[in-house]
């Protein structure tokens, strides 16, 4: 099993920047891709970015369009940690961020192509 933190979450306004964290622990060598998911009240759990892995070993970053440009992600494989650091923040980001892991090499863009799950942190952007 691999377990998921979130941390970070908060409120902004308009324009700012936020980042948030998930630190893993447990069988964490049995993870391949990490990523962020978020969830907007009354809405489904989307694809934010993520970060997977190469045949050859290079970790490559995938984004949903929306947040090209203004998100960005790190993952630090000797930590087991994943940040997304979020600039230019828009009302229409505020949503509970999720981290999740899979054991898949392939970036997935669906949540059911992930293994395991954070509780969640909430991001409120105010206009």
């Known amino acids: 099993q691999v377990q998921l933190v979130e941390s970070g979450g908060g409120l902004v306004q308009a324009g700012g920047s936020l980042r948030v964290s998930c630190a893993a622990s447990?069988?964490?060598?049995?993870?391949?891709?990490m990523g962020w998911f978020r969830q907007a009240p009354g809405k489904e759990r989307v694809f934010v970015a993520a970060?997977?892995?190469?045949?050859?070993?290079?970790?490559?970053?995938e984004y949903e369009d929306s947040v090209k440009g203004r998100f960005t992600i790190f993952r630090d494989n000797a930590k087991n940690t994943l940040d997304l650091q979020m600039n230019s923040l828009k009302p229409e980001d505020t949503a509970v961020y999720y981290c999740?892991?899979?054991?898949?090499?392939?970036?997935?863009?669906?949540?059911?192509?992930?293994?395991?799950w954070g509780q969640g942190t909430q991001v409120t952007v105010s206009s």
């Open positions: 970060i997977g892995r190469s045949e050859g070993a290079t970790d490559y970053a």
């Open positions: 447990g069988r964490t060598f049995s993870v391949s891709t």
């Open positions: 999740a892991a899979a054991r898949s090499l392939r970036v997935g863009v669906w949540p059911n192509e992930y293994d395991y």
